[in-house]
């Protein structure tokens, strides 16, 4: 794990795997990740699309359905080991103890009920309140995130109002019991610049109210400069690189880091040409041997052809790359 940071830790992930039995074979979707979130930490999960983000959250929220299972691994929240609780158990944390939003707020809530019917639902069950109380709940949570006119709001159909003002009752469900952990899964996603900006800063807002930690995922280099304590790089279902965020962001170790970061600094400077990494996201069904990366890597050699575990870099970091065994890299050659 990177050097400690921040307060005792929340959540601790070890050697953490799911895969999925399909018909075409075994996809191993997240691979042996280890993870620490501290309390009052925003640990950004980043990473292509298909590169385990969304199941690593899942997998913590024991939400992953057949053909998927976790495989191995540890999942503590404080002191209690996820995994090995009963279902009704873990039900209970689920909105408890770790809050949870998702990327599509329309799809989280249901079409056909008002938005106060379903904050009144969540209320009465994760809080225990009687109607009359969860309904002035609902009142105040959607006060504390600013929604205008919560009285409206809570009458309306969630078609009826705008994803933004969607996504901030999604966040007040998500809230709505004081948990220790939230987790959001690609948060802004389809809301416009200051709806994303307004829904950022209220997460940072209740990260600091609460004393929560926040695990974030997202594709977004914009999103991990303006929150992120920690980021968690991933790749091919495998953690890469992982460290405090302005070392990762300003002198990357993994090449695939340098990459993305590469990337997103084309985009934000306006260049005519677009600096993107080379090749393809491998088939998870079908894995290079040794280094996942190597296939794309600008800096690969005879050693990558086997497997790197996570090494310890600079400034606390730990990454997945051979460049970081100085010795063994000089002694292999190219």
């Not at 495989?71 to 944390?93: C, F, N, Y």
């Not at 994760?126 to 600013?146: C, H, N, S, Y």
């Not at 996603?189 to 600091?208: C, H, P, S, W, Y």
């Amino acid at each position: 794990m990177p050097a400690e940071r921040g307060g005792p830790v929340t959540l601790a992930v070890r050697g953490l795997s799911t895969v999925f039995e399909l018909s075409s074979g075994r996809l191993p979707a997240v691979r042996d990740l280890d993870l620490d979130i501290r309390q009052g930490e925003i640990v950004t999960v980043v990473g292509e699309s298909g590169s385990g983000k969304s199941v690593t959250a899942l997998s913590i929220m024991r939400l992953i359905q057949p053909p998927g299972r976790i495989e191995a691994g540890s999942v503590r929240l404080h002191d209690t080991e996820l995994l090995d609780l009963p279902p009704r158990a873990m039900q209970a944390v689920r909105g408890r103890r770790i809050g949870m939003i998702f990327q599509n707020p329309y799809a989280a809530l249901h079409p056909y009920f008002r938005v106060g019917h379903q904050m009144e639902e969540t209320l009465v069950l994760r809080t225990g309140l009687d109607r009359r109380r969860a309904r002035t709940r609902a009142v105040g949570l959607l006060e504390r995130i600013q929604v205008p006119s919560p009285e409206t709001v809570l009458h309306s159909f969630p078609f009826e109002i705008s994803a933004g003002v969607c996504q901030r009752v999604m966040l007040a469900m998500a809230l709505c019991a004081d948990p220790e952990l939230l987790i959001a899964d690609e948060p802004t996603t389809n809301l416009d610049g200051l709806a994303q900006v307004e829904i950022l800063d209220l997460i940072k807002r209740m990260r600091d109210d609460l004393g929560m930690a926040v695990m974030l995922i997202t594709h977004d280099f914009g999103v991990v400069s303006r929150m992120a304590d920690s980021v968690l790089v991933m790749y091919a279902g495998r953690p890469v690189e992982y460290g405090p965020a302005d070392a990762v962001m300003t002198d990357p170790e993994h090449p695939y880091t340098e990459g993305l970061v590469r990337s997103a600094r084309t985009l934000v400077e306006r260049r005519p040409r677009l600096d993107q990494i080379p090749g393809e996201v491998p088939d998870i069904l079908d894995l290079p041997a040794g280094c996942s990366f190597a296939p794309r890597c600008p800096y690969a050699a005879g050693l990558c052809r086997e497997d790197p575990p996570m090494m310890p870099g600079r400034d606390g970091r730990l990454a997945r790359c051979w460049r970081l065994d100085a010795v063994r890299w000089a002694e292999a050659g190219p």
